[in-house]
């Protein structure tokens, strides 16, 4: 069974201080590994689509990478806007559907 | 930009009432889903269809129906709704190969 795991559950930074969210997974043939942003009472918002290891993502200050058993989505100098929940997934099998992991609440203190 | 749009953003329905989750994407994709969020659970998929007419179950069907009878229209079914089903319920869709755009969500209380 694909298994997707992320930590911490939470974090608090304070604005401008950098730090990275992890997400390791277990699959059988990782077809791709989805970042998301999600803010309270709203639907997902596509980040980054991650395809092989050693590929990296890049927008504004989040930058995702991946390995061939976790992804990280590394956050530069945040700000209070980034405040979200942050949600990795992975694709696998032949139907198309997603596995989540149970997210990254992030909170940036001005 | 692909839309999804789902029909209400917030429902209450009574318990044993039969609830309709509408759902309608413009951008002709193959593949359609809906899961649920829940507190401290994350996403839990219910139900996917990858054409008109087909449907294959998630991780946790029970108490659920889905119905594709259009492409661009999935709708999910709750056919006696019981207040374990409270819950935020998203759909998604998705071309063949590529990631998931989602709608706002549906935040349905049942009491």
């Known amino acids: 069974e694909d298994q997707v795991t992320q930590s911490p559950e939470a974090l608090r930074l304070q604005e401008g201080e950098s730090s990275s969210l992890n997400c390791s997974y277990t699959v059988s043939g990782l077809r791709g590994l989805f970042w998301y942003r999600q803010d309270p009472g709203k639907g997902p918002e596509f980040l980054f689509t991650?395809?092989?290891a050693g590929e990296e993502k890049e927008k504004e200050r989040l930058k995702a990478t991946l390995t061939k058993k976790e992804s990280f989505l590394h956050i530069t100098a945040p700000k209070p806007e980034d405040s979200a929940t942050y949600l990795c997934a992975v694709l696998t099998g032949a139907n198309s559907k997603l596995t989540f992991g149970k997210g990254i609440t992030l909170s940036v203190r001005p | 930009d692909v839309k999804v749009t789902q029909s209400s953003r917030y429902l209450v329905k009574r318990t044993g009432e039969k609830v309709f989750l509408e759902c309608v994407q413009d951008?002709?994709?193959?593949?359609m889903f809906w899961y649920r969020q829940d507190p401290g659970l994350g996403l839990r998929l219910i139900y996917f269809s990858y054409d008109v007419k087909m449907k294959e179950k998630g991780d946790i069907p029970e108490g659920y129906s889905v119905s594709r009878e259009k492409k661009e229209r999935f709708s999910l079914i709750l056919e006696s709704a019981s207040t374990n089903q409270t819950s935020m319920y998203l759909c998604?869709?998705?071309?063949?190969?590529?990631?998931?755009?989602f709608g706002s969500g549906t935040r349905l209380t049942v009491v």
């Open positions: 991650l395809y092989s």
């Open positions: 998604a869709s998705r071309p063949t190969g590529r990631g998931y755009t």
């Open positions: 951008m002709d994709h193959e593949n």
